[in-house]
């Protein structure tokens, strides 16, 4: 297996050096500056390109689902892939803005119908088994989902991607990233759990319930490190995962190994940099976030990843529409770096 | 004088039962939503287009500068005029990125260098009177001043813009915003000065006391309203205001006047707005927070207009830059709303 390569520090001090040149107070762009120098040290190159960007979206089913956990039925994973697979989706619209270009892969739906034409079919298992009951994953199954992901990943690098995007679908995976981010991060479900897609006050409490009932079954299912306290987080993973998450984990890690860049999208998609950093710790150097969601535990998750999101919009819909929303903001900081003028070629006189 | 229209609250509605058919949980693309529906009702209609934007950065400086309250010398306004001209400054890369029309404003630029090819000479006075000894400007003054932006206003409209953005240019014009600020909200200085452009300890501490002097000047030679304790805002704006200040408060009333929606900036267009709101208090349902500044007595000023800013990139630069950073979110989001598939057309089930 690969190791995750270091980003370029000296050329990341090249971009910070370019910053003090152009016309602006020192550290008037604020993030903007931060966000040009973080992309050069990963791109390799002081005044990078706009980075050729990929969104895949991966959609996965949940045996949770039938603990009523969702305010949407199950056949719903189903039913927005094949929206994805027609353009009538958010994160369809927001990548139609960009030009970028975007997969949608079947890692684990729970459904008869045929795979819509355009979704690359990688189903593992049609849906996971529930997490409540048992592990929702075997180790098999984990390493396949996790393989879809890497595979991706791979496959993107090769035809030049330089800023990847995973997205997610699938009825009731909050309630699969809530016990990820929960058993990842030790803390407790009820700074953890949310509404997801808008459960009501007795979904929240049920949903509350299950994972905690699901992190104690795991708990006496895998034990932990004598040393370190610590359960393996493969375990982890596979008890309390889900196919599409397992996916994301997959593409972070593998892109990471290959340098490349990785946008985080909301919930979902932390759930899977957590897992990913767990199994690969370098990976976390190649992680961005964009958005804060409005799922609170999300916040929780990006506080052990140590990463501050761009922005806050309120946004609960994953899909890796939070992550699409923040690429104009990545061009425009991208740009200034490269196309501003400097204060030597505008005559413009310094601080004194 | 014409006065202010209102939105259309049930054009607004419409657009809110929009987003609830949308393939997306309720409520889920958050903020985004919200802005949808905010131009829906001003530009009259239930799914608008992505509005005709225009951008003025009005240029002015500030006899206030010879107190030493900036990091930059006077001669940096002409300069950086001439760099907008040149287009190399940061609002000219983000508006290029935009494909927006942008005009500079010459509107009291303290130089004896010829205007610019491109820039508009509107210049009321080269630069205003030193705001600690005496009112920054005369009567006429501030009504030529604010005649300017009111007339890039009016052109703009009759161009058919659907969406205004004033920018700032002048040395020293941070310190005649906190004046404003403070005396238009009733906050003290410590509050609102900031660093500027950057200043060091021994400067902020300067502009502060300069500030608080400038205060204490303006209340004893304008006196307060016996009922209300306020001061006349017009009497404040011309002791303390600017002439770009002036012209971009100008500016905002006319496009609420005109039905036209602005987008505001940082500290120095959060001035701006305070003082178009002292004058024509309905103009604040035309304002649309584009960015928090860096400049901590920004959000003094936005939560007396009862704004709250789409996104903080911990920017201070003005120019207008931090409103054109968020215009691909406002497309964002009228892009979603008016192109996304609906439950129906897609076959998506909803919330059970």
């Known amino acids: ?39 050069a040290a990963r791109l ?14 991966f959609a996965g089913d949940h045996g949770v689902a039938a603990r009523g956990v969702s305010a949407f039925p199950q056949s719903v994973t189903g039913q927005m892939v094949a929206n994805f697979a027609a ?8 990548v139609a803005l960009e030009g970028c270009r975007i997969e949608v892969v079947d890692v684990g739906v729970a459904t008869d119908a045929p795979t819509p034409k355009g979704v690359r079919n ?16 075997t180790d098999a199954e984990l390493t396949a989902a996790l393989g879809v992901g890497e595979e991706c990943a791979r496959e993107a690098s090769q035809r030049g991607a330089q800023l990847l995007i995973a997205g997610d679908m699938g009825i009731a995976n909050t309630t699969s990233a809530a016990c990820l981010i929960c058993a990842l991060t030790q803390t407790t479900p009820e700074r953890v759990v949310g509404r997801g897609t808008g459960v009501d006050d007795a979904g929240l409490a049920r949903k509350t319930e299950v994972v905690t009932a699901a992190l104690a079954r795991t708990r006496r299912a895998i034990g932990a490190d004598a040393d370190s306290g610590k359960q393996p987080p493969a375990q982890i993973i596979a008890h309390l995962g889900g196919l599409e998450i397992a996916a994301m984990a997959g593409f972070y890690m593998e892109a990471a190994r290959r340098g490349v860049p990785v946008l985080l999208d909301g919930y979902i998609s932390g759930a899977a ?17 964009s958005h804060r969601s409005a799922e609170g535990g999300h916040a929780v998750a990006l506080q052990a990843l140590g990463l501050n999101p761009l922005i806050d919009m309120s946004m609960r819909l994953g899909e890796g529409t939070g992550a699409a929303l923040t690429l104009p903001i990545i061009r425009a900081a991208l740009t200034l770096h490269s196309k501003m003028a400097t204060f030597a070629q505008a005559g413009v006189a310094g601080a004194t």
Chains 1, 2 share one sequence.
């Open 1 to 39: 297996m690969k190791t995750v390569p270091q980003p370029d520090k000296q050329v990341e001090a090249a971009a910070r050096d370019r910053q003090l040149q152009l016309t602006k107070p020192p550290g008037s762009l604020g993030r903007l500056e931060d966000l040009a120098c973080w992309f």
């Open 44 to 57: 390799r190159t002081p005044i990078p390109d706009i980075p050729r960007t990929e969104v895949f979206v």
């Open 87 to 94: 353009g009538g989706a958010a994160i369809n619209v927001l």
């Open 122 to 137: 990688a189903r593992v298992r049609a849906g996971t088994r529930d997490l409540l009951g048992g592990p929702a994953m």
């Open 273 to 289: 940099a957590l897992a990913a950093v767990a199994l690969e710790p370098a990976a976390r150097e190649w992680m961005l976030a």
